[in-house]
């Protein structure tokens, strides 16, 4: 079985700095990883995805994750937040044979002015 | 270009009425699952298909039915509605993978509140 754990239940930080969200994963094979975005009262909308071509990989709006095997993660990095990122994030692990989705619990991100 | 449409967009309900959440998609999508997101919960796989006349479990399938008639539609069923049941209800489709493209799309959601 696969898991995922998002380490920060609320992430906040200030227009134009860095931006962290935490993911680790547990899986017994070589998974698929997702991050997806959520705006308020919105469907989920796909940030990116690692499926083992490169372990660095980059987004849409700026976002980027770096795989890490050893680490067992994949967090989710923006060098600059914008008001417009404020949502909620969900990393996400692929099961065998990509029947399943497992996400975690989601990360909100508040950006404040 | 739809994508996934989910209907209806809110739902009230009383305890032990039965309804029915519609999704359609027009991508040919192999696969589509049903999920519940619940605050602090993240999404919780209810049901998934992987193609016409296949369905099965997924992480929380209880109270809740699926039929896979044709490729673009999978509704889900609740036959007898809780309190419990009172959530926010995605549908998802994608390729099945290694036949094409397998990022999942979502649809808008379906709020539904059992009194």
Redesign the interface.
Same mark, same amino acid.
């Given at each position: 079985a696969q898991s995922v754990t998002q380490l920060d239940?609320h992430v906040s930080v200030s227009e134009g700095t860095p931006v962290l969200l935490r993911c680790n994963y547990s899986s017994s094979y070589s998974p698929?990883l997702?991050w997806?975005v959520q705006h308020p009262n919105?469907?989920?909308?796909?940030l990116l995805?690692y499926t083992s071509a490169a372990t660095l990989v980059k987004g849409i709006n700026g976002f980027e994750a770096e795989f890490k095997k050893s680490e067992t993660s994949f967090h989710l990095t923006k060098p600059s937040a914008h008001m417009s990122d404020a949502a909620e994030y969900?990393c996400v692990v692929t099961g065998p @044979?990509?029947?399943?989705?497992?996400? @975690?619990? @989601?990360t909100m991100l508040l950006v404040s002015p | 270009n739809a994508g996934v449409t989910q209907t209806p967009k809110f739902q009230v309900l009383k305890t032990g009425q039965s309804m029915t959440l519609q999704c359609a998609q027009d991508m040919n999508h192999e696969?589509m699952?049903w999920?519940r997101q619940d605050p602090?919960? =993240?999404?919780?796989?209810i049901h998934?298909s992987?193609g016409a006349g296949i369905t099965?479990q =997924?992480?929380v399938p209880n109270g809740y039915n699926v039929s896979r008639s044709t490729t673009e539609d999978f509704p889900l069923r609740l036959l007898s509605a809780a309190p419990s049941q009172t959530s926010v209800y995605?549908c998802?489709s994608s390729n099945?993978?290694g036949q094409g493209e397998?990022?999942?799309y979502? =649809?808008? =959601?379906t709020r539904l509140s059992v009194l």
């Open positions: 239940s698929s997702f997806y919105k469907g989920l909308q796909l995805k969900f @044979g990509y029947s399943t989705l497992t996400f @975690g619990k @989601g | 696969y699952s999920y602090g919960m =993240g999404l919780r796989l998934y992987v099965d =997924g992480e995605f998802a099945i993978p397998d990022i999942q979502f =649809g808008a =959601g």
